[in-house]
């Protein structure tokens, strides 16, 4: 290293670590020109791993991205040239990759991905939910809606495996999807929301799930047994509502299904929830701009924080408790939802110009997510380099398009907007620990 | 006469000695007769001329003949020099001084002997005599000092201790040689001293023989040439001269002499006082537009589909829809979060207004195409809700027929679509208004002149009218938003009607040409109108019928106001194709004035056809705010 031609100047002395085990060096102090950007280090690793072909690295010191030279971070740290750093260092992310997309007839407003069987539901506001297998071909379609189809969501349980669609004709439907034959059969319809359905939620153990409704109210719906006694309200239910509606041609095999529990607090209309890891707490945000935290045991309304715009789309990672929530004022912020006491934002991420409809945590990393807006762009955002996202991604066919949903699961980034195309992209570069 | 002469000294001249007898002198004399000054004439018949001092009367003087005063005369040798005194008919004779001065008298000489000509006597000379002139003793004056010097001294002593004068001040030397004409600033040292404005220095392309850059090409010279020489930038024209023999005589000589006798004299002489005020300090304070957040600033969402122009849009009382009305006859119900369009209802006539039933119960939208208004409901609320609408729209048998406007129940098409009900009128309806309740609601057609505002119920499917009389063409009408009051505003004015005891309760004096626009406050007391001629006038309805404040920021005029429900806010937009966002804020506190203070102005629509935008609403809940352009968008600032 002290042959390297650049190597002049003042130096600091720099130990490198990683936690990929493939890439692992000694842990000796080297001595490092300060002016050294990530490049230079990053051929400095390869020349002590000795790789074959030149892998690139990303450089993190007190964990945060280095940006720019060395000497850069000393100055603004205030740090002199005789501080030892530790940096860590990992593999640089490839690009999301773009994998082919499929055409809708309407807008798509929601998108989730069954994390076992590959397979892609989609909402559409032409009323039907969509089934997608990975090349491409619907392989099912959800009729039965009376209004536009706002939000999907997979349940996956021992036995079967359910879709549930919740629309704005404000009921939400839930389907059993045949593998082998490929049909969704309604099975139940969920009524009692008086505004349309914005949310569904769904725990971890998937015995029960929790929607989000424009009327302000969360309810809390139970897929065990427990549903045949639920099962006998739904004449007198259907003969009220029936009589005031069109009878439905499949409302015949549709039962009716009542909520275990009503979720009142929110003063306004609640767009998005989601439940923790251990689903014992439920975090909702809305239109009341008011973050809810939720205890579904006691089904209180245990902690509420508030900031000072609506909250369009929220998000919690397994892997560190962090909220991510999506506002409509272009920002992202991130909540340590341990934290109740004074400020609890940790980050604001702003790169979006326009509302964030969608965010989602990635499955693996902790610091990854993404997220995507009305400005018709999907971001990779990294929360270890808050000032700008990892990479942007196209989300539609013109600046006007609008993103209203994204999903992450495994490798897989689907989004879904107003240019009727959901898109995919695969980014199994973008996990580190995918290589190891 | 026989003075001793001293040469050099005229001899002193002497008068004739006063010979102290009877009658020498009469100067002292006094006069006997004491008749006073009345002509002797009157005496002429008396024995007497007058009477004495006593009393006693003079008697004439005993007068001889003829021949006797003849033979006095010859024997009286100083006869010719003798006078008869009238009043005292004495005579007196002449004395030889007496003839001397009437003989000099006569001859026009000086009567009494002073010589012109006397010789000039010298007698302050240089040559000391050996006596003084006069031998008084010096004045007391020469030994004490003057008090007048010491006064003047006492001033100079006053002036040095106060330091107005320095002694012993040496003075600027001046340099021994030096440029006489080159300190001008003397000059201006001179209090209210302007100096005259001073020539332009020559440049470069005034030369004789300027750089070749500087020379104008064949073009130039024929621009030059063609403009008007008020219009030319330079009244000369750069040439260039082989030599300076070369240069001809210069023939604007006079002309340019004649301009600078022009400048000189058309320079002002007077200094102008400039106000040497901070313009920041003549501002008033206003808070800043950052503490007052949340206001809407960018744009977040365009509503894209209609064909025409978008003349009005109304949102839903919980704010998850919105329903515009098109030039392109359609009416169009969005979601409003995602800018999705939802139905869309075709009309026969291009849609001029459009309003949201405000009562949450409902789901209603009153819509107005040429002179139809249509209750339309449109299926998106939820069930219980659309069947409150429905029950509360049930199509009636028995409508009772009112003069105004036409019930229609609709078609079973219709009825299929969501219309619910169908009133027809005489004339164009152009604007529509809801009661807080819902139940009410009030159209203008403002060529129906006296039945211009009608008064509607839907529970009873009635027609009222309320005024019998036009006062005026109807622009706007809004129903109070707690008591039972109607506004109507007219081209000029705002008149305030109690609806309970059918009574005019005030009207306010806008001061503009004509109303566009107007909006309540939510709390009620306060009113916001907009006007074809730019402005936007706020009332405050406790304080005056005067506008509290007048603004004046469009360019063009405005074509809608309105107040925010929940936010203090108010808007108004405009065909300069912006929306200013106002803060303003109501106090509870009687006492103090609205705070209104300009937030934010936000470029909303391109104007097209001298039409920007046509209509604006705030979110019922957020601080968000929806415009409607001529350039048939929709858009969504958050």
Redo the contacts between chains.
């Keep these: 290293m002290e042959d390297s031609k650049s190597n002049e100047g003042p130096k600091v002395q720099v130990r490198f670590t990683t936690q990929q085990s493939k890439y692992a060096i000694a842990d000796t102090p080297i001595m490092i020109p300060i002016q050294f950007k990530k490049s230079s280090l990053s051929q400095i690793i390869n020349q002590i791993l000795d790789l074959d072909t030149f892998v690139k690295f990303e450089f993190l010191i007190d964990g945060k991205f280095l940006k720019g030279s060395l000497k850069k971070y000393l100055a603004d740290n205030n740090l002199s040239a005789e501080n030892q750093l530790l940096i860590e260092y990992i593999e640089a992310m490839q690009p999301p990759q773009s994998l082919p997309s499929y055409q809708h007839d309407d ?1 798509i ?1 929601s998108v989730s991905i069954c994390s076992k069987k590959n397979l892609i539901l989609t909402g559409s ?1 032409d009323k039907v939910g969509r089934i997608w297998d990975m090349s491409g071909n619907c392989i099912a379609n959800l009729v039965g809606h009376t ?2 189809v706002k939000t999907v969501s997979w349940l996956e349980r021992k036995d079967n495996t359910y879709c549930l669609t919740g629309s ?1 004709d ?1 009921t939400v439907r839930i389907w059993q999807f045949d593998e082998n034959t490929g049909n969704g059969t309604p099975i139940f319809e969920c009524k009692g ?4 359905i914005e949310d569904i939620a769904i725990t971890k153990s998937n015995d029960y799930f929790a929607t989000a409704s ?2 302000s109210n969360i309810k809390i719906w139970g897929m065990n047994a427990g549903l045949d006694k639920e099962e006998e309200n739904n004449d007198d239910n259907d003969d009220e ?1 029936e009589s ?2 069109k009878k439905r041609k499949i409302s015949s095999d549709i039962k009716i299904k009542n909520s275990m529990a009503t979720l009142k607090g929110h003063n ?2 609640v ?1 998005c929830l989601v439940f923790d890891k251990n689903s014992y707490t439920l975090y909702s945000g809305g ?1 009341d701009h008011s973050l809810r935290f939720w205890n579904i045991e006691a089904r209180s309304n245990t902690f509420t924080l508030n900031c ?3 909250i ?1 789309c929220i998000d919690f990672s397994s892997h560190n408790s962090l909220l991510a929530t999506g506002h ?3 920002f992202i912020r991130i909540w340590d939802s341990r934290i109740k006491e004074g400020s609890s934002v940790k980050l604001r991420l702003s790169s979006h110009n ?2 964030v409809s969608s965010l989602k945590w990635s499955p693996k990393s902790p610091y990854m997510l993404v997220s995507g807006s ?1 400005d018709s762009s999907v971001k990779f955002w990294d929360i270890r380099s808050s000032t700008s996202p990892l990479y942007t991604i196209k989300g539609g066919n013109e600046l ?1 398009d ?1 993103v ?1 949903c994204v999903d992450w699961v495994h490798n897989l980034v689907a989004t879904g907007g ?1 240019d009727t195309i959901l898109r995919l992209h695969s980014t199994s570069g973008i996990d580190p620990q995918n290589s190891q | 006469m026989t003075n001793p002469t001293i040469p050099g000294v005229l001899p002193r001249e002497v008068h004739p000695e006063i010979i102290p007898i009877y009658d020498s002198d009469t100067s002292d004399e006094e006069t006997e007769n004491t008749i006073g000054n009345v002509p002797l004439e009157w005496y002429d018949d008396f024995p007497h001329i007058g009477y004495d001092i006593n009393g006693k009367k003079i008697m004439r003087p005993a007068k001889g003949d003829e021949l006797d005063k003849f033979l006095a005369k010859m024997e009286d040798p100083d006869d010719w020099k003798t006078v008869e005194d009238e009043k005292s008919g004495k005579k007196i004779v002449l004395s030889k001084e007496e003839l001397e001065m009437i003989r000099k008298i006569q001859g026009g000489d000086y009567a009494d002997g002073y010589d012109p000509y006397e010789p000039y006597v010298d007698w302050y000379t240089s040559d000391v005599m050996v006596t003084p002139l006069s031998a008084a003793p010096e004045p007391k004056s020469r030994f004490i000092p003057s008090k007048w010097e010491g006064r003047r001294i006492m001033k100079i002593v006053r002036a040095i201790r106060k330091g107005w004068i320095v002694p012993g001040k040496k003075k600027e030397e001046k340099p021994r040689f030096y440029a006489l004409w080159d300190n001008d600033d003397e000059a201006e040292e001179r209090p209210n001293h302007i100096p005259a404005p001073k020539l332009p220095l020559p440049e470069n392309d005034m030369s004789y023989n300027p750089p070749a850059e500087y020379l104008p090409t064949e073009e130039e010279i024929e621009e030059w040439k063609k403009l008007d020489p008020e219009d030319r930038p330079k009244n000369y024209l750069p040439k260039k001269y082989s030599s300076l023999r070369a240069v001809p005589a210069y023939d604007r000589f006079i002309e340019e002499r004649f301009e600078r006798c022009l400048d000189l004299y058309l320079c002002p002489r007077v200094r102008k006082n400039k106000f040497q005020i901070d313009p920041e300090s003549l501002i008033p304070k206003l808070p800043d537009p950052k503490d007052l ?2 206001f809407p600033t ?5 509503y ?1 589909g209609h064909n025409g122009r978008v003349r009005s849009i109304s949102v839903d009382p ?3 829809w919105l329903a515009s009305g098109s030039e392109d006859k359609t009416l169009r119900i969005w ?1 409003v ?4 369009c ?1 139905r869309i209802w075709k009309m026969e006539e291009s849609i001029t207004n459009v309003s949201w039933n405000p009562n949450k119960m409902f789901s209603l939208i009153a819509v107005v195409a040429g002179d139809t208004v249509k209750l339309i409901n449109p299926l ?1 609320a ?6 409150n609408t429905d029950e509360f729209l049930k199509p009636q048998s028995e409508i009772e027929k009112s003069k105004h406007a036409e019930w229609i129940n609709p078609s079973t098409s219709e009825a299929k679509n969501g219309i619910r009900q169908v009133i027809k009128f005489e004339k164009n309806v152009t604007y529509i208004t809801w009661h807080r309740r819902g139940d009410y609601f009030a159209t203008v057609s403002p060529d129906a002149a006296n039945s211009a505002v009608l008064v509607h119920q839907i529970t009873k499917r009635q027609t009222q009218n309320p005024f019998k009389k036009s006062k005026g063409l109807v622009q706007r009408i809004q129903f109070h938003p707690s008591k039972p009051f109607l506004f109507v505003a007219t081209q000029n004015f705002v008149r305030i009607y109690n609806l309970v005891k059918q009574e005019l309760i005030k009207k306010l004096q806008t001061g503009v040409k004509w109303i566009s626009s107007m909006d309540i406050h939510p709390g009620g007391d306060n009113l916001i109108i907009g006007s074809y001629d730019k402005r936007l006038c706020w009332f405050d309805l406790d304080l005056s019928v005067k506008p509290y404040k007048t603004l004046r920021y469009h360019k063009f005029a405005i074509r809608n106001v309105c107040y925010h429900k929940k936010y203090p806010l108010f808007a108004s937009c405009s065909d300069d194709g912006n929306i200013n966002i106002f803060h303003g804020m109501v106090y509870n506190d009687m006492l103090q004035n609205p705070l209104i203070v300009p937030v934010k102005i936000i470029k909303a629509h391109e104007i097209t056809e001298n039409l920007g935008v046509l209509n604006c609403e705030f979110h019922p ?2 601080p968000w705010i929806f415009t409607c352009g001529a350039d048939g968008n929709i858009k969504l600032f ?1």
């Design positions: 807008w407003s506001y209004a536009g704005n404000n929301h008086e505004g349309t424009y009327d509502i005031k509606q306004n209309g767009n239109n000072e715009k609506v369009n409509s004022d272009k326009k509302w009305y006007d609008k209203l107003s | 957040q949340p960018s744009l977040a969402i365009t894209k919980t704010g998850q979601e979060v995602t800018g999705r939802l998106v939820s069930n219980e809700v659309q069947h809940i957020q958050s």
